[in-house]
């Protein structure tokens, strides 16, 4: 059965699939901080994902473009990955409808 948005994240979200924020158990390897290019001090984050998330990721049906992928990686790791926040609202918004 659809949630009301036929988004299944959202649903599974809705449905309370999804631990509040800093609900999350700890990792027990953790990584590296991610160097500042702006001077500013920054600190590692970690996230968990629950193997529910994981399957609705794996169950989703989009292709995976595995090169964009890992230049998002790569991104991350030199610590260049910039987000822009309009194009996430932006897509929230056409999502919600």
């Not at 590692?44 to 230049?71: C, F, W, Y």
């Amino acid at each position: 059965m659809k949630g009301i948005t036929g988004n299944p994240v959202l649903d599974a979200y809705q449905r309370g699939g999804v631990s509040k924020v800093g609900a999350a158990k700890p990792v027990e390897a953790a990584g590296a901080a991610v160097p500042s290019t702006s001077g500013a001090s920054t600190s590692a984050v970690e996230v968990a994902i629950s193997s529910q998330a994981r399957d609705l990721a794996a169950n989703a049906g989009a292709p995976v473009n595995h090169a964009k992928v890992e230049n998002v990686k790569n991104q991350i790791s030199n610590g260049t990955f910039k987000v822009d926040s309009r194009v996430i609202a932006h897509r929230l918004y056409s999502a919600l409808g």
